[in-house]
């Protein structure tokens, strides 16, 4: 085909996307400028950066609009590389598929008038470690009838439906930036306490400047990424929140960043709610991983270790990553490496401990881990667990006294060793075990909620007294 009429053909389809697009209803140009600043920053016409850029991105079309859904049915991820907007207007609709999350189908953009003690605010509600820690928090004031909680959602995710089915919620990501401001004026002034839950959660302060009750940051961060909060954290520190870090290594950046040293209090499991051990449903031996498939998380270092460990042990042990997709392809890696039939990939899982609780060990090959909730939960269920030295200020605290092994960053030999002896040895593996249950009972959600419930109760008494 000649050129000329390859790129005329390109036209078009820019075109008629664009011209779909906009008269989809599903996209809202003034939202999309006030979203996301470098579209006007550009000079782009928000239409025209949507459909060349803004959905490979991930970017939101409108307030109320979830595009994920459109790959979330059965066939939809054989669409996921064309524009979901196009593919919602010429498919999706006719067959029922929905982008909007069904919790807001109802909901409006109207000022809700909603009463609590306390408000927390999630960067995120995926389900991962932070947003996890804050249900349980919330749960657990509840039961104890010590608050009664909000959650103001900064952005939607695969844990919305609980959070929204169990609290009043408050989904910002929902409404344009310009109405967030005067929506939590609304609602929050009689509210006793705002808790930010993460360092990610301090882009809230920006609508929440004018709050005067008290206030309490719970860093779940690792000190390495502390630096990229610096502005965030600047334009808070004349506050003066309380601060929660969960581990020592957070201790001195905060300090610096914000003239008091942060309390250090671990993340909660629910360890009384913990599946029993049971012994794995065959002879094999089973070694379980968790988490993203990223570099973060070690997901490359986990095939490694596998490929090293199976050439010894070929059908006698079973490896397993619970996870979703990430910037590493553990697909192809496990493919190059010729494991694939002994590493199964389970995905991203809504609740890891059936899959803990008939493991023979836990894998932990994060890179950067501040107190990965993941490891603990495998310690409640009696399950030894082994890591890297980068993360002996975290975890590495506890699975050092005999609850597993720390093995030196990165050394894969020394990592698939390890678990040799571990696998071979099953007293070893037993005793150890049994040690990672007992010290998994200290991170129950009974005993750090009450340490935590003790530094809001001395937040909410400065703050009276201010």
């Known amino acids: 085909m000649p050129r000329h009429v390859?790129?005329?053909?390109?036209?078009?389809?820019?075109?008629?996307?664009?011209?779909?697009?906009?008269?989809?209803?599903?996209?809202?140009?003034?939202?999309?400028?006030?979203?996301?600043?470098?579209?006007?920053?550009?000079?782009?016409?928000?239409?025209?950066?949507?459909?060349?850029?803004?959905?490979?991105?991930?970017?939101?079309?409108?307030?109320?609009?979830?595009?994920?859904?459109?790959?979330?049915?059965?066939?939809g991820r054989h669409f996921a590389r064309f524009n979901p907007i196009i593919i919602w207007l010429l498919l999706g609709r006719w067959v029922g598929w929905s982008l909007t999350w069904p919790q807001l189908r109802g909901w409006t953009l109207s000022t809700p008038h909603i009463q609590?003690?306390?408000?927390?605010?999630?960067?995120?509600?995926?389900?991962?470690?932070?947003?996890?820690?804050?249900?349980?928090?919330?749960?657990?004031?509840?039961?104890?009838?010590?608050?009664?909680?909000?959650?103001?959602?900064?952005?939607?995710?695969?844990?919305?439906?609980?959070?929204?089915?169990?609290?009043?919620?408050?989904?910002?990501?929902?409404?344009?930036?310009?109405?967030?401001?005067?929506?939590?004026?609304?609602?929050?002034p009689r509210t006793r306490v705002v808790y930010l839950n993460s360092l990610a959660s301090?882009?809230?302060?920006?609508?929440?400047?004018?709050?005067?009750?008290?206030?309490?940051?719970?860093?779940?961060e690792s000190a390495a990424s502390i630096d990229q909060y610096a502005s965030d954290l600047t334009a808070i520190a004349l506050a003066g929140p309380r601060t929660i870090a969960v581990n020592e290594s957070c201790k001195a950046p905060l300090t610096q960043m914000l003239g008091q040293a942060p309390d250090i209090v671990p993340p909660a499991i629910e360890f009384t709610q913990q599946h029993l051990k049971g012994s794995p449903p065959t002879a094999r031996k089973i070694v379980v991983g968790c988490g993203t498939m990223s570099l973060r998380k070690g997901a490359d270092l986990f095939c490694q270790v596998a490929a090293q460990l199976l050439e010894k042990f070929?059908?006698?042990?079973?490896?397993?990553?619970?996870?979703?997709?990430?910037?590493?392809?553990?697909?192809?890696?496990?493919?190059?490496?010729?494991?694939?039939?002994?590493?199964?990939?389970?995905?991203?899982?809504?609740?890891?401990l059936p899959y803990l609780a008939t493991a023979s060990l836990f894998m932990l090959p994060s890179r950067d881990d501040p107190f990965p909730l993941v490891a603990m939960e495998a310690a409640s269920c009696g399950v030894p667990v082994v890591c890297f030295d980068v993360l002996t200020d975290g975890v590495g605290t506890w699975i050092s006294r005999g609850a597993?092994?720390?093995?030196?960053?990165?050394?894969?030999?020394?990592?698939?060793?390890?678990?040799?002896?571990?696998?071979?040895?099953?007293?070893?593996?037993?005793?150890?075990?049994?040690?990672?249950?007992?010290?998994?009972?200290?991170?129950?959600?009974?005993?750090?909620?009450?340490?935590?419930?003790?530094?809001?109760d001395q937040v909410v008494e400065e703050s009276v007294a201010c």
């Open 6 to 75: 390859f790129r005329w053909l390109r036209a078009l389809q820019q075109i008629s996307s664009r011209w779909l697009v906009a008269r989809s209803g599903l996209f809202d140009a003034k939202y999309y400028l006030e979203e996301y600043p470098d579209v006007a920053a550009a000079g782009m016409v928000p239409s025209e950066h949507y459909c060349k850029f803004g959905w490979r991105e991930g970017r939101r079309p409108g307030p109320m609009v979830h595009t994920d859904y459109v790959s979330a049915g059965p066939i």
């Open 116 to 188: 609590a003690d306390i408000a927390f605010v999630l960067h995120t509600t995926t389900r991962t470690g932070a947003p996890i820690c804050a249900l349980r928090l919330a749960r657990w004031m509840r039961r104890k009838d010590y608050a009664d909680p909000i959650f103001i959602l900064l952005a939607d995710g695969a844990l919305l439906p609980e959070i929204w089915n169990e609290f009043p919620c408050l989904p910002l990501f929902a409404m344009p930036k310009s109405q967030r401001r005067s929506c939590l004026q609304a609602t929050l």
């Open 202 to 220: 301090l882009r809230a302060w920006q609508w929440l400047d004018w709050y005067r009750g008290g206030l309490v940051l719970h860093v779940h």
């Open 314 to 352: 070929d059908d006698e042990v079973e490896f397993r990553w619970l996870g979703g997709v990430g910037d590493v392809d553990m697909k192809g890696l496990l493919k190059r490496y010729g494991i694939s039939r002994h590493v199964k990939l389970m995905g991203e899982v809504s609740d890891p």
């Open 404 to 456: 597993g092994d720390i093995i030196p960053a990165f050394d894969i030999c020394a990592m698939a060793d390890s678990i040799i002896q571990f696998l071979i040895d099953p007293v070893r593996l037993a005793s150890a075990g049994t040690f990672a249950s007992k010290a998994a009972e200290q991170f129950d959600i009974d005993k750090i909620g009450d340490r935590i419930g003790r530094i809001i």
